[in-house]
């Protein structure tokens, strides 16, 4: 009896057991998800915030225009006008200006380092493209205020080197690594056989090259752009200290003043308060809009290629 | 998924307390706030002699003595020099204290002020009258003098208040019609809300020239001007007294030279004061000891050191 | 062939064109910024400190006859523009023994300046009349001094970046990496996940300006933590997030399925394949997450400057009125800003690329390493 009593305990203990365990993990389960789920609340929480404080000068009694924020093209808080419309467009002239001019140069350095060059100068090269991925953003701005500017204001038709062009330089420049490092591994990712295959039908190095593995890599080097892209429109403080940050008129040519949407916003948001702070979240929300666009590419991007493997 | 969900409604159930509670806190600390408040003012014998007995306690502390806590300082820029400076030296007289300044822009330190977040706020212009609240106090303890500066390879030496006006509107775009260079100007500003821009635009009346124009460079900062200014022959900026160096020229204002005696003697057009505001339900005993150090001679001494113009 | 030639000569240029960009700024940084970097430019506070000191002064015969020896505080000094340095010390010098006015030992060291003495300000005496100002004093028994010890340094700005980095990763380290596991040893398919990995791919491309507002909005002034390294600590973690999870996961998906069919197979829980297994085989590349988040913390200016602030001081709270701090990069930029002063600014960057360096160094060094192993 006593035998059997305490069998049936073990037994009922060893499934107590099992069922703490299988709690324990449960719990350890739900702490890890908790764990991933901070990225979402964050996500969410951001939107909300910058959004709830940026849309609010346009809703209540003293409510602001929203069409005259989207299409002005004058800032001057002081004298309660705020328009965005020439900072969307001096952010877009830069973005493009840059996407232009940095993925070709990315591009075929991405090329020369995965196809053409040895390994000893490999070796030399992929460093210092790493490095200058890891350069902080002021410090380009430094080197576009010391070296940049002084160059442009010599070759410019206008008097002052703050300019678009300056802009573009600067960006292009944080661009390059961003598009060259990853442009680079979509080209490695094209399989040998490929490559083979061309060279086996009597094309030479090059054609292969821009014929064969290139195309190959489309979706990569376009998802490399797109990430250029978002880089771009979202860089601050470089730029703050080589545009020139007209308060007002849409960029006609490369050597105009610009102002992008992210310098409006760091330039006066330690001064701000009131409304003029909440059409700086305005802007932000302008900003953040954009780069909504920029992402939703980039997952689509990816997921499509993601798909295609 | 039931459970996930069940979680999720958790997380976002906590998050709310958390900032329910939050928000509790900041009610306590407020009402306990009013509450110092209605004391103080149905006893008023009781805080008469508590000022009495503080104002010895500042009179003491020049002795280096007991006064203790901390002192928040927001506002101006401009200033940040000297009230380093000046902080060094009080810290270094009242162990006990210390000073937390932040350069946020005169706009902000009122505003900091009114709120009742700093316990000085530094302004670098007047406060403006919808600026002013009855319990808000100003204190002027310097002036200082704007300067008009160029390029040391301009030729142009001095300038009028009627041309800066119509330089900074863009009416005259051109050096020779100041009697320069044939070189067009470079305009340099600063960014809205600065202390020193809306002091100067204040006092070369642009308003009525129709405002800054389009075509100005506008730069975050004193140092930014003047590193803009130092390396653009063409470029005409402002600055604060203490930022002319060699890099720059200082320009003669309606002929007058921007020099610290000029400006306390009230010949060079462009200065203003540089103030402290507090609330008077906030002055407390180390706050009230600092801006009578400001204003006293070992102080003042610290203005002049860095190009301002003492208040005596 | 042509064609051929015109391609080659593309690459070489479109290459040569990169590497030159590079070269061209660090040399542009290192040329302004080298000249300034010394042992007292990394040693040092960034503001000059000035104390007042009460010192005992001896009146005794010495028989050092040197110009810049003052016997009574038994101390070489040196006239400069403003006041008097001192050079060196003599054993038992009283100096050493100083006190400040909290009556607390305050040693007076080599370098530091002496402004005033009692009263009378020193900034108009030559060499003789300081001499004798201070022998004179010398008679008194106890005399303050105003002693003011040199800044100009960035000592203050590598602690703080230190804490900056501390915090951030002790927040955002155990968050990502638990996401990471979450992500590849748990979820399935599903919406969920889709959400989640949305979410990380957003919080990727958002600027940091962006997390700039929403740190300033949320932890500054909602939270009321004032500027302060928590702030700036909470804002990063978020901003790193995406760089960790996404590093860590790769590793994790990298390891063999076997390993741990194996461990579930010899009886361990899940849990303890996870953390005795999956983990510890995953650890190069949570290092590599980690030290990728460091350059981008050293590297990050927008996003610290609205919520950690720009004082040069070492915090000595995590939020409120003392906490406020600069890192390297953010006091580099309100240097621009504010002073215009290109040469310090450089110096300062050129102690960052270094910094920069050594970790991309690392970094390699650990994933060759690792790859070997396998």
């Known amino acids: 009896m006593m035998v059997k009593h305490l069998l049936k305990n073990t037994e009922a203990l060893e499934s107590i057991n099992m069922k703490t365990t299988k709690i324990r993990e449960k719990i350890i389960e739900t702490v890890f998800f908790l764990c991933a789920l901070i990225s979402v609340i964050s996500v969410v929480a951001i939107i ?74 490999v070796k030399i090269i992929k460093p210092a493209i790493e490095l200058l991925a890891g350069i902080p953003s002021v410090i380009y701005g430094a080197f576009g205020m010391g070296i940049i ?40 990712a094209v399989p040998k056989s490929y490559r083979e295959a061309s060279l086996g039908l009597g094309a030479s190095k090059m054609q292969t090259i821009f014929r064969t593995v290139i195309p190959a890599a489309k979706s990569g080097i376009l998802s490399a752009t797109v990430l250029g892209i978002g880089r771009a429109i979202g860089e601050t403080m470089a730029v703050m200290m080589i545009a020139g940050n007209a308060i007002g008129g849409i960029p006609t040519s490369i050597w105009d003043k610009v102002r992008p949407l992210t310098v409006n916003i760091s330039m006066e948001m330690g001064y701000a308060s009131g409304t003029h702070q909440e059409m700086l979240f305005a802007t932000g929300v302008v900003l953040f809009v954009f780069i909504m666009f920029v992402n939703i590419t980039v997952i689509r991007i990816t997921h499509k290629t993601v798909e295609k493997d | 998924m039931r459970l996930k969900k069940f979680v999720t409604l958790c997380m976002v159930g906590a998050m709310v307390f958390a900032f329910a509670g939050c928000s509790k806190k900041d009610n306590n600390t407020n009402s306990n706030n009013a509450n110092t408040q209605e004391t103080t003012e149905t006893t008023t014998e009781a805080t008469d002699a508590a000022t009495t007995e503080s104002s010895t306690d500042a009179a003491a502390t020049t002795d280096g003595s007991s006064l203790s806590g901390t002192v928040v300082i927001t506002g101006s820029t401009s200033v940040e020099k000297i009230l380093n400076d000046m902080i060094d ?11 937390n300044y932040t350069g946020t822009g005169s706009s902000a330190g009122i505003a900091d002020t009114l709120a009742g977040s700093n316990d000085l706020g530094a302004s670098s212009r007047e406060v403006k009258d919808e600026e002013k609240s009855d319990t808000m106090k100003e204190v002027v303890w310097a002036h200082d003098g704007i300067a008009v500066i160029t390029n040391p390879a301009n030729p142009v030496a001095d300038i009028t208040l009627e041309n800066l006006a119509k330089i900074y509107s863009g009416e005259i775009t051109n050096w ?109 005993p180390q706050t009230q000891a600092f801006v009578e150090f400001a204003t006293s001679d070992d102080g003042q001494a610290f203005v002049e050191e860095h190009g301002g113009i003492r208040i005596d | 062939m042509i064609k051929d030639a015109i391609g080659k000569i593309a690459l070489y240029v479109a290459s ?27 040693t040092r506070q960034w503001q000059d400190k000035t104390t007042f000191v009460n010192v005992t002064l001896q009146n005794t015969e010495d028989t050092d006859l040197s110009d810049s020896y003052i016997p009574s505080i038994r101390a070489y000094v040196e006239h400069s523009e403003e006041s008097f340095t001192i050079i060196k010390l003599k054993d038992g010098s009283s100096l050493e023994k100083a006190k400040n006015l909290k009556n607390e030992t305050y040693e007076v060291k080599k370098k530091d300046m002496i402004t005033k003495i009692d009263s009378t300000n020193v900034k108009d005496m030559s060499m003789e009349e300081f001499s004798e100002q201070m022998n004179s004093v010398a008679s008194q028994g106890i005399t303050r001094l105003k002693v003011t010890r040199p800044g100009g340094g960035i000592q203050p700005m590598l602690i703080s ?13 155990p968050v990502g990496i638990l996401s990471a596991l979450y992500l590849t040893e748990y979820a399935k ?107 981008r913390i050293v590297g990050e200016s927008a996003a610290l400057i609205w919520t950690a602030g720009t004082i040069a001081q070492v915090p000595s709270a995590l939020t409120g009125n003392t906490a406020s701090a600069a890192t390297l990069t953010t006091k580099l930029y309100q240097l621009l800003k504010e002073e215009g002063d290109v040469a310090s600014a450089c110096s300062i960057a050129v102690v960052i690329i270094v910094l920069i360096w050594i970790l991309n160094l690392l970094s390699k060094w650990i994933t060759k390493r690792f790859t070997v192993k396998e």
């Open chain 1, 149 to 188: 500017i002084p160059v442009i204001e010599k070759i410019s038709p206008q008097p002052q080197g703050q300019s678009l062009l300056a802009v573009i330089c600067v960006l292009t420049i944080m661009i390059l690594p961003t598009i060259i490092t990853l442009s680079e591994s979509s080209l490695r």
């Open chain 2, 176 to 284: 020779n019609q100041v009697g320069g260079n044939d070189a067009p100007i470079v305009i340099v500003s600063r960014e809205g809300a600065s202390g020193t821009r809306s002091a100067f635009e204040e006092l070369i009346k642009l308003e009525d020239n129709g405002g800054l124009t389009e075509d100005a460079t506008v730069v975050e900062g004193n140092g930014n001007v003047q590193t803009t200014v130092a390396g653009n022959e063409n470029a005409i900026g402002y600055v604060s007294f203490s930022f002319i160096d060699d890099t720059v020229k200082g320009l003669t204002v309606e002929t007058v030279e921007p020099t610290a005696e000029n400006a306390k003697a009230g010949t060079y057009p462009l200065s203003r004061p540089f103030l402290f505001v507090y609330d008077e339900n906030n002055y407390t």
């Open chain 1, 48 to 121: 909300a915030f910058v959004f709830s404080k940026g849309l609010k000068p346009f809703f209540g009694d003293h409510a602001y225009n929203f069409l005259d924020f989207i299409t002005g093209v004058r800032w001057d808080p002081e004298n309660n006008q705020y328009g965005v419309f020439y900072m969307i467009a001096g952010s877009v002239f830069a973005t493009a200006g840059a996407i232009i001019i940095g993925v070709p140069i990315g591009l075929l350095t991405a090329v020369f380092i995965a196809e053409v060059a040895p390994k000893s100068l």
């Open chain 2, 89 to 99: 030296e009080f810290q270094a007289m009242n162990p006990d204290v210390t000073i």
């Open chain 3, 16 to 42: 040569s064109l990169s590497v030159m960009t590079l070269v061209i700024i660090i040399g542009f940084v290192f040329v302004k910024g080298l000249p300034g970097i010394n042992f007292d430019f990394l």
């Open chain 3, 161 to 173: 970046t230190l804490y900056i980095i501390l915090l951030s990763l002790a927040i955002a380290a």
């Open chain 3, 189 to 295: 398919k599903g919406k969920i996940l889709g959400v989640i990995q949305f979410a990380i791919q957003m919080l990727a491309g958002i600027p940091s300006i962006i997390y700039g507002l929403f740190g300033m909005l949320v932890f500054v002034q909602l939270l009321k933590m004032q500027y302060s390294i928590l702030a700036g600590a909470l804002t990063l973690s978020i901003l790193l997030l995406p760089t960790i999870i996404s590093t860590t996961s790769e590793s994790l998906k990298a390891i063999p399925k076997g390993y741990r069919e194996s461990s579930l197979g010899l009886g361990a829980t899940k849990l303890q394949t996870n953390f005795r297994v999956v983990l510890p085989n995953a650890l190069p590349g949570i290092l590599v997450a980690i030290i990728l988040s460091i350059g």
